[in-house]
């Protein structure tokens, strides 16, 4: 994920994946280079069905940072189609059924959590992140994230590495609004309370766990 762009606006063309569930076939609509995220997805929701019973129409589920929808497709009888929220327009009240976003996202932070060997914790979309003003736009970051958060609260707190903040220049966004301010932070937001990771541009050049030790992997 780049300072001011993500590679899902490059030309990759998009492309349907399907799985037949149950005497449904569902279907995943994403950008071409995501092709093996969606079939991991397609598995979940076969999992998922073969434990709780048939998905219905509406059918909300959370994976990871974000929660997806099944709709039955209009004039296609049998065909389930899985949307996202919009991060484009409104993730409140519109959805897409490019999921590229929702899943570059996902592999992402999977990224961050396996090269770790860590489970990590989820932080939604719709939760919150607090940031020192102007930390956005700085080349030398760092997230932290609180022991204890509020319902709604992420726990995550963006901050400069150089410099001092004043109290008074904090300002709280969704998670989501960090997609068109600055994607690359994403990476790291499903990391376990209590961690702080430092990015530099949008590279993670540290992560520290709660014993205050770096534990990312660094070239020599």
């Known amino acids: 994920?780049?300072?001011?762009d993500s590679p899902i606006k490059e030309q990759s063309p998009l492309c349907?994946?399907?799985k037949q569930i149950g005497n449904r076939t569902f279907v995943v609509t994403c950008r071409e280079f995501l092709a093996k995220q969606a079939d991991f997805l397609l598995d979940l929701f076969a999992d998922?069905?073969?434990?709780?019973?048939?998905?219905r129409n509406g059918a909300k589920i959370q994976v990871g940072w974000t929660i997806?929808?099944?709709?039955?497709?209009?004039?296609h009888?049998?065909?389930m189609e899985i949307v996202a929220p919009d991060y484009d327009t409104n993730p409140f009240t519109e959805t897409n059924r490019d999921l590229s976003v929702s899943l570059y996202v996902q592999m992402a932070q999977n990224h961050c959590l396996q090269t770790l060997q860590l489970a990590g914790e989820t932080a939604l979309f719709q939760d919150k992140i607090v940031v020192a003003k102007g930390a956005l736009e700085e080349e030398h970051v760092y997230l932290q994230r609180a022991e204890q958060a509020e319902a709604g609260d992420s726990g995550w707190y963006l901050g400069?590495?150089?410099?001092?903040?004043?109290?008074?220049?904090l300002e709280s966004y969704y998670i989501f609004q960090l997609l068109k301010r600055r994607p690359s932070l994403l990476q790291a937001l499903a990391l376990p309370r209590g961690y702080i990771?430092?990015?530099?541009?949008?590279?993670?050049?540290?992560?520290?766990?709660e014993h205050d030790e770096n534990v990312w992997p660094t070239l020599h």
């Open 68 to 75: 997806l929808i099944v709709n039955e497709r209009e004039g």
């Open 160 to 169: 400069p590495v150089q410099g001092e903040v004043d109290s008074d220049g």
């Open 77 to 79: 009888e049998g065909q």
């Open 16 to 18: 349907q994946r399907t």
């Open 48 to 55: 998922v069905e073969n434990e709780s019973g048939p998905l």
């Open 197 to 209: 990771a430092v990015l530099k541009g949008d590279q993670i050049e540290a992560v520290l766990d």
């Open 1 to 4: 994920m780049s300072h001011s």
